[in-house]
């Protein structure tokens, strides 16, 4: 058993770094051009952001159109942090935020072993409780964080540029990954006692309200450096093609390996039938909320590998017509299969920005979101399961343990077998 | 919520503040408290201004009304967001500027009849661009009913969900093609002249066109009223429609029970298509008005208004058409007081954060029907 | 195996479940009245009365689903009035439900894996990391919940998706699935429902089996008099949400107040009890 499991495991770790290796070594020789690399990085991008969202519709059965307001809170998050970094040579985002992520996230955690043991508490009341210490904390973190900043910035400082930049920027990276998870957290807290259709509308008032607000970052959030309804630019443009295949690895490892837990089965049994789980002992609302968090922070790890891509953010691109293209993703690929959201999420920027702009006559990009709507409808008529359906590569299925010898005693001993069996033959 | 820990003996006080549910109290009376405070001080400061928010409020309500109503009775029969709801009412508002700015049919009584009388004639006129509308969107209603949700009525529901965005898309940029409706706004034509007057302590004046409107005086214009009076106009007939027609009985008991209703001889499919027709032509005459209200046209108008109308729609507590009613105005007056008193950029966020304490508050809605959870 | 069998308790009378004066409201809706009961360990009870008499409603307030309007439930000495439906599972009740709810796209044996998860033994960063605390109890708790399938003879169809198999062996996974939790006490609602004869007895043979196997309490709601007087020591009869006799099967059958509330004094009153809506 362990066996098969190791060749699977390396089956699928050498294709894809064979993969990896193939587009970096394409990368240098010039043969791929930066547009076509641009759309292999946003498509790893989206797979994260897509696999988030399969997490929380796939298998948890919550349907959610939030996932591109966490994936916008994690862009600007960590645009922030490294647009002060590379701009005004100052850590102060850094630290402010870091400090603000690790005291909410602290409370966050207190909190909820604490009022856990409440009987009958309210989602409200708690939400109340949480809302309050957050922004508590959240002050406490600007002040600690602005203490701090003074002497790291000199640290950071004296190491190379390189170097800096890329320790800025992957903890710029977890910090809005982190910023999301806690406040979807925050959100999904009342709003997941919602029934299927009112969460779904909920969570997509939540987009639209955070599209709302970053549209009005300088003057209602007072965050200058992103320019509200202009476009935030000059951030720094690191996300290469290493970083964005190494956090999706890390990503599908980390989903791969849930699932095939225990906590995975409770997450899918939530799904399958919220009665039964429930009187199976499965703490229904806990598993909601650990899947919403867990595939908001994706979608916040998402938002911030993209906001370095093009340097460039707009809350357009956070428009809630948007915010559909995750969940036509995850439809596309196959609800529930890993597999075809990674491919189709890859697939998805190809076909709509490279191919149809091949294919189409020039001034006819237009019609690019005419067809896809088209094959869209098209694919959900002849293929409503997704391309793939429920299928996974070896690596990412479930494995089925072989019986056990033991197990011919032990039927003997059971009185009820021979009756069953008499009435099933 | 809750951990996965054994429940432990709590403190008694703490036992009464969740009892009592303190905090939730706490939280909703701050929030009410704030918006309280604002109209409240906004009201008194200045009265006339306040009033005159209220009124551009039942102006956009009523328009929400329309478009919502298309969404509850679709949602009510085949529990369908209909995501292409809101771009029906962009092809009605795109329908009416075509008839009145290229084909000018809304002068079709002057041509017929010369002598007519022009305020008859401008009504008669604009009667018929409206039922153009209707007519056109209830017709694609029924063709997208067919073509794309029918053969998806028995797949699950996320698949009819996802058809309904692609079918929303495709009708957005199709409609941004150049040889359609291009990418582009345009000033809507209307098809008669606004008339706008003027309350205040010298009574009700009509204001010159070009005069500045004076100080302490409420405006509204025939605008205001032609939404009104169509409104509730179109309210009464559905209302008569649904409550004391043949069809009307049909559509409830389709929306009650599908199965059962077809082995009670109804043809569900039949009445589906009707409730998108009746639900699609609201919207037209909707789009119409609002673009009356808001004169510009543009491929992407559908979406926020729609998407509003929804959100009026699960906050009256969806399927209740009177729930859609009174949701749409709570909308209007949410929209426009926010915009007016609390932020001009927030207020497409703020419909969004009503919805989401309401539904907190009141799962169902305001008018909904509790559903009792099945074990 | 002796890990699914509790010591046995020297008191065989102890009170396991203790149910005083509930009451549920829907609206105006008296669905349960004044209801009480008392279960001892090792009792096999059985619920009866006429749809729509409020007997899944009792089911679902025990278990959680509805918070009593008025009343105590009593688990082993403890008050589980109001607590969340997981938490009593937690505790040792289990159910199964009228109509089969498995979860359905599963396969069997995670079916029953799902109900070992309160008892995972390792943490969701172990499960993350795979790393070898996850492999071990990984290993211990899929092996257990081979050994359970076999013993309800289900051990061939474990890698089977739960909505394939037939009626009859989807209501034994249902049960051997809310046993593998090791409950103190068994719901079961209407567990012959659906049922051919055949089927129906091996079911009565199965529950007389897991009674003795698991050391259960089992209270069971049922339709088919036959099952529930072959099987049932003690019956408590419920008609428009009270409790309107109890006794052993031989003193129910005999008791004129049953009958009438199964065959009605008049049809006016039959056609009424059709009419109103069963409460699951």
Redesign the interface.
Known sequence: MFKRIDRNSLLFFGVTIGFFVVVQVLILVGVLTPFYETLLRLGAVYAIVSLGLNMIYGFNGQ?SLGQWGFYAIGAYTAADITFRWTNQASTAGLTVLLFIVLLVGAAILIL??L???????????????YLLAAFGLAVVGVKIGQVVAIPLNSVLAALPAGIATTIVYVLAVIIGALIAAEVSFLFG???L???S??F???T???T??VK??L??SD??LGFEEMKGARGMIGIPKVTTWFWVFLFLMIVIV?VR??L???????I??VR??E????????????YK??TFVLGSFFAGLAGALYAHINGFLHPDMFN??KS?DP??IV?FGG?GSVTGTVFAAFVWPLVLEGLLRQILPPGFE??R??V???L??IM??LK?NGLFGNFEVPYLRQV??A??K??ST??S?????P??????G | MNSTKAVSPTPSFIEMLVRRRVLRTFFLVFLVAVVVWRIGTALWANPTLFLQQVIDGLRLGFVYALIALGYTMVYGIVRLINFAHGDVFMIGAFMSYLAIARVQLHLWPTKVFPGISPVLASGIGSITVILLSMAVCALAAITIERVAYKPLRSAPRISALITAIGVSFFLEYFGALDFVFTPNFITYKRPFDVTTWVFGSGGVQALVPGQAIPENTVTFSNISIIIVIATIFLLVVLQYIVTQTKIGKAMRATAYDQQTARLMGINVNGIISVTFAIGAGLAGAAGMLYAIAFPQVTFLMGVLPGLKAFVAAVLGGIGSIPGAFVGALIMGQAEVLSAAYISTPMRDAIAFTILIVVLLVRPTGIFGEAQREKA | MSDFTPAPSNNTHEEILHIEELTKLFGGLRAVNNFSLTLHRGDLNGLIGPNGAGKTTVFNMITGVYTPTNGVINFMGQNITGLEPYQINQMGIARTFQNIRLFPKLTVLDNVRIAYHPHAGYGLMDGILHNGRFQQKETELTEKAQDFLAVFNLQDRQGEIASNLPYGEQRRLEIARALAAEPRLLLLDEPAAGMNPAETVSLMELIHFIRERFNLTILLIEHQMRVVMGICEYITVMDFGEVIARGTPAEIQANPRVVEAYLGPGSAALSEKFSRKKAL
Not at chain 1, 279 to 286: P, Q
Request: glycine share 8%; charged share 15%.
């Open positions: 349907f909820y072993k009022l856990g043991r409440l009987r009958g508490l309210d989602a409200l009341s708690a939400f109340t409780v807290l009342p709003v006692t919602l029934g259709d009112y779904g509308i909920a997509l008032g939540f639209i309200i709302v607000l549209d009005n003057t209602l980390v390996n849930l095939h837990s225990s906590y995975g089965r409770a899918v049994s399958e039938d009665i039964a789980a429930k009187a199976m002992g499965i703490d229904v609302g806990h909320t650990l809630f017509i559909f969940m036509i439809v609800l237009t019609w979101y005419v896809y709507p088209l869209l409808l959900m008529l409503p089925l343990p019986l056990r033991k197990i032990e039927r001993q059971a009185p009820s077998a009756a069953v069996k008499e009435v099933n």
